[in-house]
C-alpha cells in the first residue's frame, strides 16, 4: 500500500516525486500489485487528488518500462459517480476501492434513510457504475475494460499543458 497523502504545507509535485519513489521501491521490493490509499486524511494530511495519482503513477511505469509489471488499485474516498470510475480506469487503475461511498451507504442504511440490506445496497451501487462505465466506454466503440484501461481518451479542460503533458 502507497499513501497518497502529504503534509499540506508540502509541494504538490514535490508529494508526487515521493510517491514515484514509493513505487519504484515496490516494485524493487517485488510487488505486483499497487494499491494508492488516501486513507488517514486529517488537519495536517492532504491526499493527491486521487486521477492526478493514478495518471501520475500510470505515466511514471510506462517511462520507465515497468507498467506491465504493476496493476495500479486505487482506494479512495473521493469517487462517487460514474464519471470518476470511468476517468481513473481510463487513466491507468486497474480497480478502484470507493470507500467513502460504501461507508455512506452503510449510514443511509443505518440511519433508516435507505431499506435494504448493506450488500445488497452495495451491489447495487456496483452494478450501476458498471453499467454506466460499460455505456461510456460503448459510446466510444471500446468493447474490452482491458482496451479501455490506460487509453486516456480523455480530453481535459482548465488544466495547464505543462501538467498535462507531465502527468496525463
Known amino acids: 500500500v502507497v499513501s497518497t497523502l502529504y503534509y499540506k504545507s508540502t509541494k504538490l509535485e514535490r508529494a508526487i516525486d515521493r510517491l514515484f519513489v514509493e513505487v519504484d521501491k515496490a516494485y524493487r521490493d517485488g510487488a505486483n500489485i499497487l494499491v494508492l490509499s488516501d486513507r488517514g486524511v486529517d488537519e495536517n494530511h492532504m491526499p493527491i487528488p486521487s486521477l492526478l495519482a493514478v495518471s501520475a503513477v500510470h505515466q511514471h511505469l510506462v517511462k520507465t518500462k515497468k507498467s506491465t509489471s504493476l496493476a495500479i488499485i486505487l ?58 462505465i460499460v455505456k461510456i466506454a460503448s459510446k466510444m466503440g471500446i468493447s474490452t475494460l482491458q482496451s479501455y484501461q490506460g487509453s486516456q481518451i480523455f480530453e481535459a479542460v482548465g488544466i495547464s499543458k505543462k501538467v498535462i503533458d507531465e502527468y496525463f
Open 75 to 132: 482506494e479512495s474516498g473521493e469517487p462517487r459517480e460514474v464519471h470518476h470510475f470511468a476517468t481513473l480506469l481510463g487513466y491507468g487503475a486497474c480497480a478502484i476501492n470507493p470507500y467513502l461511498a460504501q461507508f455512506s451507504i452503510k449510514k443511509l442504511i443505518q440511519d433508516g434513510l435507505l431499506k435494504k440490506d448493506y450488500y445488497a445496497a452495495v451491489n447495487d451501487y456496483n452494478n450501476a457504475v458498471l453499467h454506466g
